[in-house]
């Protein structure tokens, strides 16, 4: 095996268009473990929402590696450097074991029958006291479908408040909603093999290179193969996407909006739009024209800060693509106007007719690895099995399935978002927080106000996790935790894959399943269901599973076909999987009917600039019936734009080397030292500008906060700032100025109430000289430096591993 | 022909729409989206006032008038803000903000039904220019009240079914 931290893709399998993947074993075992003793256990990576096919190794009760599953649809047997050496942090010695409870101040190791008394017994005095209205809960997008639907019957069902979302609100909702608003349901339209397919890729706000290493490497495969697909990029860094593209639109951020109307202007003018397609099957084109006709290029140019001939050479590689794949992320979920630019990248592909065919559909990407199982299972802002929460058939049968009264379950409005949940508890409306997997402490924007609401008297924080994270510090009891790999499950990738994850070894100490927690915690509380019956009717994740596809059976996301059983061994399988499709769907829509049915939808939609919800009468009136809906929208200014005070535009993001808050992956002594610390990047002319060199230290503030970081010069666009939002608190010793969430805003979208982590004002001085040192960001990603001499990126000691082919 | 009757109502309503946006706005200024959107709605107020210029000029009507439009907060609002906070950490605050979007809402309606009133002459004297700015302005101008009208949808049952 080649050093996977200094090549990150791995080698090249070069293929032609519909010719499949080409199969390529990835494996990682630690040193001086002979493969003889090593049993392996099906699973899948839990590092990112490719959800590639793994096989964990097993000796004598503990993980020792993995490698791909060469037979998986997703992957192929390939591996990134996060799965590769990720399950390590399973390993690491400070695992929490056990539960704890604060005493004095202090936080102290307690039983579990003490820990969940307390939280039971916190929970009765707010029920009495508030009411459900006075419990929230806040979960993650790496647990599994199991533990999700756990807690969101004990939840929405039991407990009876709205108050309950997930992590994944920072990470997918923009998907999930532009997903409603333009097919009616959540869902990827298309399959990853359509990137295999495929004669042109739009990418916008998606640096798959990092976020997704292995689909990059699959995308590398096209490009190095016969008939290399072309390439658009959209992205204000030059990341490895934008340098392989034909064209790269480095726009200002916060400007998508003002693109995508400007090159469905340029689709219209130019006739590259599918009239055919659109008269029979979409809604509202003439809205959509009437706007998007008022963003000519030389227009967006000036918007956007890129020339418009760069915008009309884009258009026509959309324009004369034949089987298009389009893929947005981040780059457009977290920054302004999300939802309706997400949509609009639905829009193009509409009026393009690129869906539902082999190498034609748009990828509303997910960032978490079971990021789609909250969504499925209504533990985060839906309503379970797909459900719409203003349908009163939904509802009932929501209700018919779980035993209660239909007004038991809350569906008065959508279930509360993250961020409103924190702003009841700023304002002590919410006052028991019970936050699963997740590290809102270093996650979510404006950090001083975050602690301080954590940190208040009058709220009663649980936190479960595997580690004592920057969250946990804040907690009144923490509860131990067990991780991929110490527990059954599923869960599944963002083209619809369902995997199955077996349980290798046992969790360390006195850690447990959150599922099992959960369900602790409803017997505990005696929560009953309309027959006085224990509310949950399963005891093992298996049984939980059965009843999920009981929930879905009918529903968009059709589990009743699958089972543990059938998921064993061989492939991952895509729902929906029914009777009578047993082996899964790989495309949705290929008969160019989509879920807008009234009775069928999962939403009836909202206003794209205001997120004014929209009403059954109101779908009915726009009558979709099967058609997709284009949805349109002006521009808008972002909220905060640069000034004289702060003239920097931030945007935050991932490397490829880090998962998240470094929970797991800082814990990696390979991906630790990879990526060891906070860095900024500037562009040269603006290092110039203010005589900062690489690595010397500057401070990056904007109204709320500061960062402290070595500088790395880069190709990114002038006038933009990066940061890495990876970095916080639990190894560092000095003060808050490591975490680029100190700078970020309390804003988020009007649709998907995704926080915006790529627009705020910012600006940057320099504190110190680097004295030869340059920063410690990897070279070989979007962060590669531009003078000479920095030192590669590299992998060291223990990376390097016997080729698995060489082996056999 | 009143038409410039109608263009003044429609730039009163708005200015008076503006105003109470950038007040609510600063008032709970601790409601991110309140705050936001509330500026942004502002904005468009402006925007409106903008492309009903060239009909003011040719029915004659007074430009508009009155402190809604202007960028700036005021000294008043900064105060405002600065009780946003103190207020924001409390739950009082539940029903005061529950007062304040119920003005807003009834001053967005004021504003859309001044805009229908303005199409329906429009089609009457056969402006087809006017037709179509009024007509994008009136959706605009319904989605404001849709807007106010789902946030206090949303927000009541936490001020009145708790606690
Ligand atoms: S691409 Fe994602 S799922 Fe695949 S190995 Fe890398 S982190 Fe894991």
């Known amino acids: ?808 | 022909m009143k038409l410039d009757k109608a263009i003044e109502d429609v730039h009163e309503a708005e200015s008076e729409l503006a105003t109470q946006l950038r007040s609510v706005g600063e008032r709970h200024a601790s409601e991110a989206d309140l705050y936001h959107l509330g500026h942004t709605l502002a904005r468009q107020c402006a925007e409106h006032a903008r492309r009903l210029a060239p009909f003011a000029e040719r029915y004659g009507a007074a430009p508009p008038g009155g402190s809604g439009m202007t960028q700036s907060p005021s000294v008043l609002e900064a105060l405002r803000r600065t009780g946003a906070k103190l207020i924001g950490k409390s739950e009082a605050s539940g029903l005061l903000l529950l007062r304040d979007l119920r003005h807003l809402y009834l001053a967005a309606q004021n504003a859309e039904i001044a805009w229908v009133i303005l199409l329906q002459a429009a089609r009457a004297v056969r402006d087809p220019e006017l037709i179509e700015a009024a007509t994008e302005c009136h959706e605009e101008a319904e989605a404001r009240g849709k807007w106010v009208r789902t946030r206090i949808k949303e927000s009541c049952p936490q001020v009145l079914a708790s606690g």
């Open chain 1, 1 to 808: 095996m080649p050093d996977r931290i200094a090549d990150i893709w791995g080698g090249r399998t070069p293929h032609a268009a519909g010719t499949p993947w080409p199969v390529r074993v990835d494996r990682y075992v630690d040193e001086g473990v002979a493969e003889a003793d090593i049993d392996w256990v099906q699973s899948a990576c839990v590092l990112c929402s490719n959800g590639c096919g793994m096989d964990i190794g097993v000796q004598d009760g503990r993980i020792v590696g993995v490698r791909g599953r060469a037979s998986d649809r997703v992957n192929r047997g390939r591996l990134g450097p996060k799965g590769l050496f990720g399950w390590q942090a399973n390993n690491s010695p400070d695992r929490l074991t056990e539960p704890l409870v604060r005493r004095q101040g202090q936080l102290q190791p307690a039983s579990w029958d003490e820990a969940m008394d307390l939280v039971v017994e916190k929970s009765r005095q707010v029920l009495n006291s508030a009411g459900p209205l006075g419990m929230g809960f806040y979960n993650s997008g790496q647990l599994f479908l199991e533990d999700y639907y756990t807690l969101a019957l004990v939840v929405r069902g039991g407990i009876g408040t709205p108050h309950l979302d997930g992590n994944t609100r920072l990470c997918t909702a923009t998907a999930d909603f532009a997903l409603k608003e333009t097919f009616g349901s959540d869902g990827a339209p298309g399959s990853l093999t359509d990137f295999d397919h495929c004669d042109t890729i739009f990418a916008i706000g998606h640096n798959m290179a990092e976020t997704h290493t292995v689909l990059w490497a699959r995308v590398l495969d096209r490009l190095h193969g016969p008939d290399r697909p072309r390439l658009v990029v959209v992205d204000p860094r030059p990341t490895r996407v934008a340098r392989a593209a034909d064209v790269h639109l480095p726009i200002r951020n916060g400007t998508n909006m003002a693109l995508l109307n400007g090159i469905q202007h340029e689709l219209i003018a130019n006739g590259w739009v599918d009239h055919a397609f659109v008269d029979a099957h979409t809604v509202c084109f003439e809205r959509l024209e009437r706007i998007v006709m008022r963003y000519p290029p030389e227009r967006v140019a000036g918007i956007c800060g890129v020339p418009a001939d760069e915008i009309r050479a884009a258009a026509r590689v959309i324009g004369t693509a034949e089987r298009l794949v389009s893929t947005c992320l981040q780059g457009v979920y977290q920054s302004h106007q999300a939802t309706a630019a997400a949509c609009q990248v639905n829009n193009i592909n509409l009026l393009r007719a690129m869906i539902g065919r082999p190498g034609c559909t748009v990828f509303q990407m997910n960032g978490q690895p079971t990021a789609q199982n909250t969504r499925e299972t209504g533990a985060n802002g839906d309503l379970v099995g797909m459900r719409n929460w203003q349908n009163p058939d939904h509802v009932a049968d929501l209700a018919r399935i779980w035993r209660l009264d239909p007004l038991q379950i809350p569906s008065w409005a959508p279930p509360t978002h993250v961020m409103q949940m924190f702003r009841y508890a700023e304002e002590g409306a919410l006052k028991f927080l019970w936050i699963v997997a997740t590290n809102p402490a270093v996650s979510l924007p404006d950090l001083g106000r975050i602690r301080s609401i954590l940190a208040q008297e009058r709220l009663f924080v649980v936190v479960s996790d595997a580690f004592l994270t920057e969250t946990a510090q804040l907690a009144d009891v923490v509860l131990p935790a067990a991780m991929w790999g110490e527990k059954v499950g599923t869960f599944t990738n963002h083209d619809r894959t369902v995997h199955l994850s077996e349980k290798a070894v046992d969790p360390p100490g006195q850690a447990r399943p959150d599922m099992d927690i959960f369900l602790d915690y409803a017997r505990r509380l005696e929560l009953r269901n309309i027959d006085g019956d224990p509310l949950v009717p399963w005891g093992t994740a298996e049984e939980c599973f059965e009843a999920f596809k009981v929930m879905t059976r009918g529903r968009p996301c059709d589990y009743s076909g699958l089972s543990y059983a059938k998921l064993r061994g061989g492939s991952g399988i895509q729902w929906p999987c029914t009777d009578g499709q047993p082996e899964g769907t790989e495309r949705l829509y290929t008969d160019f009917t989509f879920n807008t049915d009234p009775d069928l939808c999962e939403d009836y939609g909202h206003d794209l600039v205001t997120g004014a919800g929209h009403e059954r009468k109101d779908y009915a009136e726009l009558n979709p019936a099967g058609r997709a809906i284009l949805n349109a929208a002006h521009y808008i200014e972002p909220n905060e734009p640069p000034d004289d005070e702060y003239p920097f535009l931030l945007t935050t993001g991932r490397t490829a080397y880090h998962w998240h808050t470094r929970t797991k992956t800082g814990r990696v002594r390979q991906l630790d030292a990879a990526a060891p610390e906070a860095w900024a990047e500037v562009s040269p002319a603006d290092a110039e500008r203010l005589g900062i060199g690489e690595g010397d230290l500057v401070r990056v503030e904007s109204r709320r906060g500061r960062l402290e970081a070595r500088a790395r010069v880069t190709g990114i666009r002038d006038g933009v700032v990066f940061a890495p939002f990876h970095y916080g608190y639990w190894d560092a010793s000095d003060g808050h100025t490591r975490a680029a969430n100190e700078l970020t805003m309390t804003v988020w979208d009007p649709v998907s109430k995704q926080p915006l982590f790529k627009v705020a004002a910012v600006r940057v001085t320099k504190l110190a000289d680097a004295g030869g040192t340059p920063s410690s960001a990897p070279t070989t990603t979007a962060s590669e430096p531009l003078i000479e001499g920095v030192p590669a990126t590299a992998g060291g000691e223990g990376v390097r591993e016997r080729d698995a082919q060489e082996e056999q």
